[in-house]
């Protein structure tokens, strides 16, 4: 069973560009999580998907950050403009089912985004 | 709101010697609870997971946990240490039913010849 993907593995760029990361979920999961962690900390949620549809989204800032899961499969995480506090490992994780409460995430390599 | 809190940045163990990790959460009701592991520039992996029925967890690469909800923690543990074991440790803890996972600052994990 192939893992979650994602995108690119490495990113740097300047404040105030932007920048996109990709997550593939595991086949057949219909809960994606994006995770942000800056180094020294655990991760944060920022967004989790139903399917196509939001969870949660309270922990992400909604004035640079956007996500989406538009056919409930893959997924995209967009920082538009970005600042040097954003530099962290971005954690993308799917799960089965999470709604239905005995589920278990599986993470994938992460992307580790620089910004200088 | 729920929260985790991993008393311990930073752990020594010698290689062959037991190992405990503290894990304290908080939160209104029995929660989800697990133990992650990242290894150097990977991903997280699940160790072990807690959701109801015997409060000692069996997991993978041979750590266990212990649910004691009059402490409100979830310890880990292994009897003996491998040098592979060297990583960084997450407890977490969810809400029953809706997954909104809330991770631990970790425990780095050094292990000595």
């Known amino acids: 069973e192939a893992g979650v993907a994602q995108s690119p593995r490495y990113k740097i760029i300047e404040k105030r560009q932007s920048v996109a990361f990709w997550c593939n979920p595991i086949?057949?999961?219909?809960?994606l999580y994006w995770y942000q962690q800056i180094l020294g900390q655990g991760p944060k949620l920022l967004i989790q998907?139903?399917?196509?549809?939001?969870?949660?989204d309270s922990q992400l800032p909604k004035d640079r950050f956007s996500a989406e899961r538009l056919k409930g499969v893959d997924s995209t995480l967009k920082i538009q403009p970005a600042k040097l506090e954003d530099s962290a490992v971005y954690l993308c994780?799917?799960?089965?089912?999470?709604?239905?409460?005995?589920?278990?995430?599986?993470f994938g390599p992460g992307t580790r985004l620089t910004v200088l | 709101a729920q929260s985790v809190t991993q008393p311990d940045i930073h752990i020594t163990v010698s290689e062959g010697a037991s190992l405990e990790l503290r894990c304290n959460y908080s939160y209104g009701a029995t929660p989800y609870l697990f133990w992650y592991v990242q290894s150097p520039g990977q991903g997280l992996q699940l160790l072990l997971k807690y959701f109801s029925g015997d409060t000692l967890v069996q997991g993978i690469k041979g750590f266990e946990a212990e649910f004691k909800r009059s402490q409100s923690s979830f310890n880990l543990r292994k009897p003996s240490v491998h040098w592979s074991d060297a990583a960084e440790y997450f407890c977490?803890?969810?809400?029953?039913?809706?997954?909104?996972?809330?991770f631990g600052t970790g425990t780095k994990l050094q292990v000595i010849p």
């Open positions: 977490a803890v969810a809400r029953r039913g809706y997954q909104k996972v809330t």
């Open positions: 086949s057949g999961h219909a809960t």
């Open positions: 998907f139903q399917n196509n549809g939001v969870v949660d």
């Open positions: 994780a799917s799960s089965l089912d999470a709604l239905a409460g005995t589920d278990t995430q599986y």
